[in-house]
């Protein structure tokens, strides 16, 4: 069982500013008992060893040496047995007699001498690495499911440095006492609980990081296994799909006490984000992880990580040290951090149902061990239905393996997977694949330095001992200021006048906030200059749902109409249910998806004369209500009253004046089935109701926050929309029902795709008005705004518009290695090659089709896009599009 645990970045200050965390786990065991050991573990040469991983058998407790290759370990009175080891030297175990004292012991490790055994390869000639692989792999499962539950006790450590940045950020990091080589670390000590199938608690009992008292606490454990296909989104060497992803090379075996080792190279098929490279320990015959010595890389930074596992009252290897070095540079940010993690005081306990002494189970390679596995075969030939209907699965397959001794691969994953669909099928939400629980002891942020220097496993370095003291003075030196100037002028402290400008957020309460917004100024030919004011007030309401109150009022000015206008929205939401009423007078695009950001149809007027997006006015009252029926249905509701009115151009104000440009085109889309899309000032009542499926969805959970895993299911939705004539002096009347379906997913090794399939089709068009019509995610900008799954590069905004009948599928597909991505430091880089396939079916369309190649993940933000268009068959148009992050254009989207 392997765990991973993370402190929180923004205990140090530094990683704040690169967001980036990637920890895994391990633990000490506390206490205070006067005696103990201590000394220092070097090489042959008299060199420290850093991190040496010592572990205490007696008490399923590991530490590890500090920088220097010193450590110390509190212990009472009594015999104990250490283990000292260090990947690529020999284990060294030594027994010792603690009494009331400290005792002295320091030792020196050997390399480890690797002898490469003699193997006879019966069926072709492969690498014997290959055997080992598919037995370590064939016999994960069962590791991951061997234990009912475990506890023990984490201690962390993370150090780090910012090594180099931009000149122009030196004046505010400074500010925040964040210099060039001064180091930063973080404490945290934790009880952690795991339960299968997938529970896992954790109480941070004590923190201490860069000396301010209001740290936020930091990230809980994240639970993880290399035994699981995938761990942080990187594939496992012992994946089932492993051979797709990664070649093995033997590279010998090892005594260690008296266990057999072999030691496994890692060699990526592909180098990328997603995979490993770098050393596996293997111990035979129990087919588990001994320790590791890996390297991987997330967005061209580098992650190092070694690992020492040991066999839990010789039951279980569990995990007991890991270290973790981060290093990279992000946009003129160089830095270094190094993560070290300890476990002590584990307890196990056993699943009877399938623990097995690992000596008793010996898998067997059917396809090296070819005659040995026929021999298995024929004696335990698989029982019929009924002979398996009449017996009791679990007494079965208690049986099969502690009889058997003997198993193949095949047999031993058809075990395995039987027995976890039957779990499944026993559990109240199979849907929830894992449950963790995070909390922090009230007293963990006040424990002094005394309690530290007893209670640290691993001694702290004279650097890390500066570092704290630095921290602790600038600390003393921003309460002092905070004590005696509580007027202070901060951004944070409380109303400034430039807020009005700039805006800012204002927590009120335990529960409650106040937010100005940046007001964002726009232009366009109805409104000429215009400018949007909102502030909103949000509060949390004492009940058991923790159901949030937004209110929200904006007021709107267009210079050029001298209109105002504005709205005031109510929002209330749960993780059930989510109400929205909101009413006023304020503009809408004739298409309500908004394929075009007001931010860019500002640039395109002024700079390029070009007035793309098309608006029009409306009195109304909305109101939108979503309900959560159970983990897989969605019900969503949807009325609005109108008092719909045109629009028209009210200025030709222009910043660039292009002499082949004469006039702005008239505020009135342009389209092929209604040639005249004008409409006079009607009252409409609109209502929609709809059901959204996601049949196989999965869920995390988080101190009972329910989180969905990303493309765990397709989405299904069916909605049906209807124009109420003479319903609140409504003119309109009209039917329309859609179902649509997307689902993103892998395709082996090669890449992930992503399919949205939309149709529809209007059953009673008596009167209507084009804002009413099916409109489609058109774009005629350099820029793409919106979601590259569903929407297209170069159809225009309204010509195929329908009240008919309409079909719109798109196909994206992201290459793992296509061309430049073949470049191992272009992908390194996090750049990524997709292609993408759009179709339109509406009367006036004529199979409007897009296929296009794309460039992702420039500067981690950007894509860069070429496309051509086509019409039954034949070419029509191409174009070149520069995509940007949704989480940056969501901020823009108000009109």
Do not use: C
Not at 604 to 623: A, C, H, Q, S, W
């Amino acid at each position: 069982m392997h765990l991973n645990h993370a402190p929180d970045p923004s205990s140090m200050r530094f990683m704040r500013l690169f967001g980036f965390v990637l920890s895994i786990v391990s633990s000490l065991a506390v206490s205070s008992y006067a005696g103990g050991v201590r000394g220092f573990v070097k090489d042959e040469k008299g060199e420290p060893l850093a991190y040496t991983t010592i572990f205490v058998k007696q008490t399923g407790s590991g530490t590890t040496t500090n920088v220097n290759g010193a450590y110390e370990i509190i212990l009472p009175a009594g015999k104990y047995d250490l283990v000292y080891q260090y990947v690529g030297f020999e284990t060294v175990t030594q027994q010792v007699d603690i009494g009331s004292d400290f005792i002295e012991i320091n030792v020196t490790l050997k390399t480890q001498v690797t002898v490469l055994q003699t193997v006879t390869v019966k069926a072709g000639d492969e690498d014997p690495a290959y055997t080992i692989m598919r037995k370590a792999i064939a016999k994960a499962k069962y590791h991951l499911q061997q234990l009912d539950s475990y506890t023990a006790r984490v201690y962390i450590k993370g150090s780090g440095q910012l090594k180099d940045y931009p000149w122009l950020a030196k004046r505010a990091l400074e500010k925040e006492g964040v210099e060039k080589g001064r180091v930063f670390v973080s404490e945290s000590i934790s009880d952690i609980k795991f339960t299968r199938p997938g529970k896992f608690e954790e109480k941070v009992i004590s923190i201490r990081s860069d000396g301010k008292d209001n740290n936020t606490s930091p990230n809980p454990y994240i639970f993880g296994s290399f035994y699981e296909p995938e761990v942080a989104e990187t594939i496992s060497p012992l994946s089932p799909k492993a051979f797709s992803y990664y070649k093995f090379e033997y590279m010998g075996t090892f005594k260690d006490r008296d266990y057999e080792v072999s030691r496994i190279k890692v060699i990526p098929r592909s180098k990328g984000d997603d995979v490993i490279d770098g050393m596996l320990y293997i111990v035979e015959n129990w087919w588990s992880i001994h320790s590791m010595d890996i390297h991987t890389s997330k967005l061209g930074i580098d992650v190092y990580i070694k690992a020492v596992y040991a066999p839990i009252e010789d039951k279980a290897w569990m995990p007991v040290s890991h270290r973790f070095k981060v290093d990279g540079k992000v946009f003129g940010f160089e830095f270094e951090y190094n993560y070290l993690a300890t476990v002590s005081g584990y307890k196990i306990q056993l699943n009877p149902e399938l623990y097995v002494d690992s000596e008793q189970m010996e898998v067997i390679d059917e396809k090296i061990e070819i005659e040995q596995a026929r021999e298995i075969e024929e004696k335990f030939k698989p029982l019929s239905k009924k002979e398996q209907a009449k017996k009791d699965q679990t007494r079965q397959l208690q049986e099969r393996l502690s009889e058997g001794k003997e198993i193949t691969r095949k047999e031993l994953n058809t075990i395995i997977k039987e027995y976890e669909k039957a779990e499944v099928k026993g559990l109240e939400a199979p849907e929830i694949i894992s449950n963790s629980i995070f909390k922090i002891d009230s007293g963990a942020y006040k424990k002094d330095s005394a309690y530290w220097a007893a209670i640290r496993p691993v001694p702290l370095t004279n650097e890390e001992i500066k570092g704290y003291q630095k921290s602790d003075s600038l600390a003393e030196v921003t309460r002092k200021k905070e004590a005696g100037d509580t007027l202070k002028s901060s951004k944070h402290k409380g109303f400034q006048p430039w807020d009005l400008i700039i805006g800012d957020n204002y927590k009120i309460s335990k529960h409650s906030n106040f937010k100005i917004h940046f007001p964002m100024p726009g232009f366009n030919t109805v409104d000429g200059w215009n400018f949007n004011y909102k502030v909103s007030f949000g509060t949390i309401l004492q009940d058991t749902n923790k159901t949030r109150l937004t209110i929200t009022p904006l007021f709107r000015y267009a210079f050029s109409r001298d209109e105002p206008s504005g709205y005031l929205n109510f929002s209330m939401r749960n993780k059930n249910y989510r109400l929205n009423v909101q009413g006023g007078r304020f503009i809408d695009q004739y298409n309500p998806d908004e394929p075009i950001l007001p931010i860019v149809n500002t640039l395109m007027t002024l700079l390029l004369e070009k007035n793309l997006m098309k608006i029009y006015e409306r009195d109304y009252v909305d109101l939108s209500f979503r309900r959560k029926l159970n983990t897989y249905f969605t019900l969503n509701t949807t009325w609005s009253w109108s008092k719909r009115r045109e629009l028209f151009n009210t200025t030709d104000f222009k910043i660039v004046n292009r002499d082949k440009i004469e006039d702005y085109t008239p505020n009135r889309p342009v389209n092929d089935e209604l040639a005249d899309t004008s409409f006079p000032e009607h009252n409409s009542f609109i209502g929609s109701i709809g059901i959204t499926a996601r049949p196989w969805i999965k869920y995390t959970i988080r101190n009972d926050q329910q989180t969905e895993v990303p493309n765990s299911s397709p989405i299904i939705s069916l909605n049906y929309r209807r124009g109420f004539k003479n319903v609140l002096n409504s003119v309109t009347d009209f039917d329309q029902i859609e179902v649509s379906f997307k689902h993103g997913f892998r395709i082996g090794i090669r890449g992930n795709a992503d399919v949205a399939l939309r149709a529809g089709w209007f059953m009673d068009t008596d009167k209507m008005y084009f804002m009413d019509h099916k409109h489609f995610q058109g774009n005629q900008t350099p820029l793409i705004t919106n979601d590259p799954v569903g929407s297209f590069r170069l159809l225009d905004y309204y010509k195929f518009s329908t009240s008919d009948k309409y079909f719109a599928g798109n196909f994206h597909y992201q290459f793992r290695k296509f061309l430049i991505s073949n470049i191992p430091l272009v992908r390194l880089a996090g750049i990524r090659e997709n292609i993408f396939v759009n179709y339109l079916a509406s009367p006036t369309s004529k199979n409007y089709t897009e296929v296009g190649y794309s460039i992702d993940g420039i500067l981690r933000i950007f894509r860069l896009e070429a496309a051509a268009s086509f019409q039954d068959g034949k070419y029509l148009s191409y174009g070149f599009r520069i995509g940007i992050a949704s989480y940056i254009t969501g901020n823009f989207s108000e009109n």
